[in-house]
C-alpha cells in the first residue's frame, strides 16, 4: 500500500458537468501529478504540481485544471465533462529529488460520463 | 513525442514458469520504472533503474537497464498466481513532470 487515497472511488456525471477529484499524497512527498488512464491504455500525463504550482502539462485541455494544497493534497477539476472523459483518474506522489521520478499511485476514481 | 513499446502484448502461462518481457523505445531514457497493475487499482512500483547496464531484484522480480538507454528488460522467475496483470514499464519525459508509459504486457496464469 502506497499511502496516496483518493476519493470518491466511483463516480458518474452527465455530459456538460463539472467533477473535482481529490487525492491524498504519501507522507513526506512533495509533488503530485494526476494521470488518466483509458480502458486497455497506460496512464496518460495530465500534469504534476509542485509547491502549489502547476509543473509541466501532458496534452489535455484548459478545462482539465487542478490545485495543490499546503498540505499537499490535490485536486482534478474537469469542466465541461465529455463522453471521453470517462477513464480511471490516478493520482501520484513522489519527492523531489534524484530520484523523483519515483511516481507512487492511488487506487484511482473511476468516472463514467453518460 | 516519446513512445513506449513493450513485447508481448500478453503471455500465457503455467504456474512456475518463467517470464521475460520487454520494452524498447524510440529515445534515450536515464530511468526505467517498472509497474504492475491489477485490474480496477492503480500501478504499483515493482523496480527502478537509474544507470545502464544496471541489473535490479526485487524478490523474483529481475530489471535490467539496457546498455543502448532505449530498452529495459523484466523477468519473474518461478511464476505464482498473483503475479497474474498488467505490467507497464515507465520513463520520465522532461525530467520529473512526466513519466510515460509503455503499452503494457498482460500477464495469464493457465491453471
Known amino acids: 500500500e502506497t499511502g496516496v487515497t483518493q476519493s470518491p472511488t466511483h463516480l458518474i456525471k452527465t455530459r456538460g458537468q463539472q467533477v473535482t477529484l481529490r487525492c491524498s499524497s504519501q507522507?513526506?512527498?512533495?509533488?503530485v501529478s494526476w494521470y488518466q488512464q483509458a480502458l486497455g491504455q497506460g496512464p496518460q500525463f495530465i500534469f504534476q504540481?509542485?509547491?502549489?504550482?502547476?509543473?509541466g502539462r501532458g496534452n489535455f485541455p484548459p478545462r482539465f485544471s487542478g490545485l495543490q494544497f499546503p498540505n499537499y493534497s490535490s485536486e482534478l477539476n474537469v469542466n465541461a465533462l465529455e463522453l471521453d472523459d470517462s477513464a480511471l483518474y490516478l493520482c501520484?506522489?513522489?519527492?523531489?529529488?534524484?530520484?523523483?521520478?519515483?511516481?507512487?499511485f492511488g487506487p484511482g476514481t473511476r468516472l463514467t460520463v453518460t | 513525442g516519446q513512445q513506449l513499446n513493450q513485447s508481448p502484448q500478453s503471455m500465457f502461462i503455467q504456474e512456475g514458469e518463467d517470464v521475460s518481457m520487454n520494452c524498447t523505445s524510440s529515445?534515450?531514457?536515464?530511468?526505467w520504472l517498472w509497474y504492475k497493475q491489477d485490474p480496477g487499482e492503480g500501478p504499483v512500483l515493482l523496480i527502478a533503474?537509474?544507470?545502464?547496464?544496471e541489473l535490479t531484484s526485487n524478490g523474483r522480480l529481475t530489471a535490467q537497464f539496457g546498455i543502448t538507454r532505449k530498452d529495459s528488460f523484466l523477468n519473474i522467475s518461478a511464476s505464482i498466481p498473483s503475479d497474474v496483470g498488467i505490467y507497464f514499464c515507465?520513463?520520465?519525459?522532461?525530467?520529473?513532470?512526466?513519466?510515460?508509459f509503455g503499452t503494457g504486457t498482460r500477464l495469464t496464469i493457465i491453471p
Open positions: 504540481y509542485y509547491r502549489e504550482e502547476e509543473n
Open positions: 507522507s513526506g512527498h512533495n509533488t
Open positions: 515507465a520513463g520520465p519525459h522532461f525530467g520529473n513532470e512526466k513519466l510515460t
Open positions: 501520484a506522489s513522489g519527492r523531489r529529488s534524484d530520484r523523483g521520478h519515483e511516481q507512487y
Open positions: 529515445s534515450i531514457f536515464n530511468t
Open positions: 533503474l537509474y544507470k545502464a547496464g
